[in-house]
């Protein structure tokens, strides 16, 4: 049988391997923290709703039409299980302002609106104001 001539390594052995190369870490468990500076980027602000209706393509998404002080914007929620659109007409919300417009199941979504799951019942629960503010009032 003829032996076959070898191949040099393309990595000497005594050679490290790159980072790219170590075995993955997994995440850590549970909530991972976050800089302040990463927080203080967020623009939360109140928005009033000025028009809701059933998301044509999708089961759980509501289209939200909302005004930022003198900004029209569409925000995709899903709040559908939870609030007829009708009853968010007039409503105001708080939203992240900044949060770049991604599409979601054919619609722009141009920021996110913000609620609280009631961990004992699963309700969605939006978030608002407790008095009446002008629209694009920023969240402190």
């Known amino acids: 049988m003829e032996q076959q001539p070898s191949v040099p390594s393309p990595v000497p052995p005594s050679t490290p391997l790159p980072a790219a190369a170590a075995?993955?870490?997994?995440?850590?468990a549970g909530p991972v923290?976050?800089?302040y500076n990463d927080f203080a980027k967020i623009q939360l602000k109140i928005a009033t709703i000025v028009e809701a209706k059933v998301h044509?393509?999708?089961?759980?998404?509501?289209?939200?039409?909302?005004?930022?002080?003198g900004e029209k914007r569409q925000i995709c929620a899903g709040i559908k299980a939870w609030y007829p659109p009708e009853s968010l007409?007039?409503?105001?919300?708080?939203?992240?302002?900044n949060l770049a417009p991604?599409?979601?199941?054919?619609e722009i979504s141009q920021g996110m609106l913000l609620a609280a799951t009631?961990?004992?019942?699963?309700?969605v629960i939006i978030l608002s104001p407790e008095k009446p503010v002008a629209a694009g009032s920023g969240v402190k």
């Open 33 to 35: 923290n976050i800089e």
């Open 118 to 123: 009631d961990s004992a019942t699963g309700d």
């Open 89 to 97: 007409v007039g409503k105001q919300v708080v939203v992240v302002a």
């Open 56 to 69: 044509p393509n999708a089961d759980k998404l509501l289209l939200l039409q909302v005004d930022l002080g």
């Open 23 to 28: 075995p993955a870490v997994a995440p850590p």
């Open 102 to 106: 991604r599409p979601l199941r054919g």
